[in-house]
C-alpha cells in the first residue's frame, strides 16, 4: 500500500523542506553576531519561510529529482537568512539618511 502524500506533509509543505529549511536558518543564524533577539527571530523565520516557498518553484523549474528538497531548502534557508541582516543594514542606513531640505513654495518672479 503507497502513503498517502497528505501524511507526510503540513499545510500542503513536506517535512523534509521545512526542517532542512529551518535547520539551514539556524546553522546561518549561528554566524550571525550583530544582530538583536527580535531580528534573529525574525530572521529565522524568514529563511524559513522562503525555503519552504522557493524550494517547490526551485525543483519544478530545474528539473530536480523530489529527493534533493530537504538540500535544496537547507540552502534556501541558509542563503535567505544571511540575506536578512543585508536588509536591516539598509533599512537603518536609509533612517538615519539625511534628506535635503526642499522649498514648501516655489519662489514666482512677478
Not at 522557493?54 to 530536480?64: E, K, N, R, S, V
Not at 543585508?86 to 514648501?104: N, Q, Y
Request: proline share 6%; hydrophobic share 50%.
Amino acid at each position: 500500500m503507497a502513503p498517502d502524500a497528505q501524511s507526510n506533509t503540513v499545510a500542503g509543505i513536506s517535512y523534509a523542506v521545512l526542517i532542512g529549511g529551518f535547520i539551514g536558518s539556524a546553522a546561518s543564524l549561528s554566524y550571525a553576531k550583530e544582530m538583536t533577539k527580535k531580528q534573529a527571530v525574525a530572521a529565522f523565520l524568514v529563511g524559513g519561510a522562503v525555503s519552504c516557498a522557493a524550494t517547490p518553484l526551485a525543483i519544478h523549474y530545474l528539473g530536480a529529482p523530489a529527493e534533493l528538497a530537504g538540500a535544496m531548502a537547507f540552502f534556501w534557508g541558509l542563503g535567505a537568512m544571511r540575506a536578512v541582516p543585508v536588509f536591516f543594514a539598509l533599512i537603518d542606513r536609509t533612517r538615519s539618511a539625511k534628506l535635503p531640505i526642499l522649498p514648501d513654495q516655489p519662489e514666482t518672479k512677478e
